[in-house]
């Protein structure tokens, strides 16, 4: 056991910079007062879609090529996005006060949390009023751009799920962090939908397209928001994760010591739309962990 355990340390550590996966915590801090970023981020986005408009040249029209210029405005090539590198950085995000080594993950075995060990959570931000890791704007604009690209590619949407539970399980998810983020699945099904609202009518219900093409160059004619895509199954405490054992085990544990903030306020640690979500996102290949929500660790089961 101890050397397989030596050997799972040495496989991320070589691992790691290439597909460097991490995890955030929206458990600790619930009662912290942090201001609603929506609006500065917002912004962000919509300044991104004005450089690409005004940046747009004599490219032909392409709605896959204007998704690819958005993709490295925002997203990019490496392991946290541009968005998430500026969100972490900038004082105009506020931020949840755990930082990278002071989280409910932390002391935690390296077997248990693997590349969390060794690198530590990312920040969590307050998005639509809801506690959102600042790793769901990659998945947002970077795995929802290649769900999109495949889905252009002809794919299926089972076959474009089955690629995202796959690498939520291998490379972004349990095999470097032990956790298996339904959070993650989420932000990545919303990025789809972003990708494909650019272009396409009625995809945010009731709204049209955020660009048009005109004189072969496109045009914004709508203003894009997060609140069209941020729900409470962003955050990882109202969707709970699917975690390997020797992870959750500690993780139990550690949200049971925090139930004192539950009951302080129980209203912050569910969600009112519960039922809907979780019937809105069955086809996205979650796996429940429904016992780790605060509201059944916390509260006695009836005799």
């Known amino acids: ?160 799920r089955d690629k995202g539970t796959y690498a939520e399980r291998w490379i972004y998810g349990l095999f470097t962090t032990g956790v298996y983020s339904n959070a993650d699945l989420v932000a990545n099904q919303e990025g789809l939908l972003f990708y494909q609202s650019l272009f396409e009518d009625d995809v945010v219900k009731g709204k049209g397209p955020i660009l048009r093409w005109k004189d072969g160059k496109p045009e914004q004619i709508r203003q894009f928001t997060w609140a069209d895509h941020v729900n409470d199954y962003w955050d990882e405490a109202l969707n709970p994760s699917f975690n390997v054992a020797a992870l959750n085990r500690i993780l139990r544990a550690r949200i049971k010591a925090l139930c004192g903030d539950y009951e302080q306020n129980p209203a912050l640690f569910t969600s009112i739309n519960d039922d809907e979500l979780r019937q809105r996102y069955q086809h996205i290949g979650m796996r429940e962990n429904r016992s780790n929500l605060f509201s059944r660790i916390c509260v006695p089961a009836a005799p």
């Open 1 to 160: 056991m101890c050397f397989l355990r030596l050997l799972l340390l040495f496989l991320l550590i070589v691992l790691t910079p290439a597909v460097l996966a991490y995890e955030t915590d929206q458990h600790s801090n619930r009662l912290a007062i942090v201001s609603d970023s929506m609006l500065v981020l917002d912004r962000k986005v919509n300044d991104g879609l004005a450089n690409i408009i005004r940046n747009w040249g004599n490219k032909r029209p392409s709605e896959l090529g204007f998704a690819r210029a958005m993709y490295f405005e925002l997203g990019g090539i490496y392991w946290a996005d541009k968005i998430e590198r500026w969100a972490g950085k900038t004082d105009l995000v506020d931020k949840y006060p755990q930082t990278r080594h002071k989280s409910i993950y932390q002391g935690m075995p390296v077997w248990a949390t693997r590349v969390n060990f060794l690198f530590g959570v990312g920040r969590t931000f307050k998005l639509n009023g809801v506690m959102v890791g600042s790793d769901k704007f990659g998945h947002f604009f970077s795995q929802g751009y290649k769900y999109y690209k495949r889905q252009l590619k002809g794919w299926d949407a089972k076959r474009i």
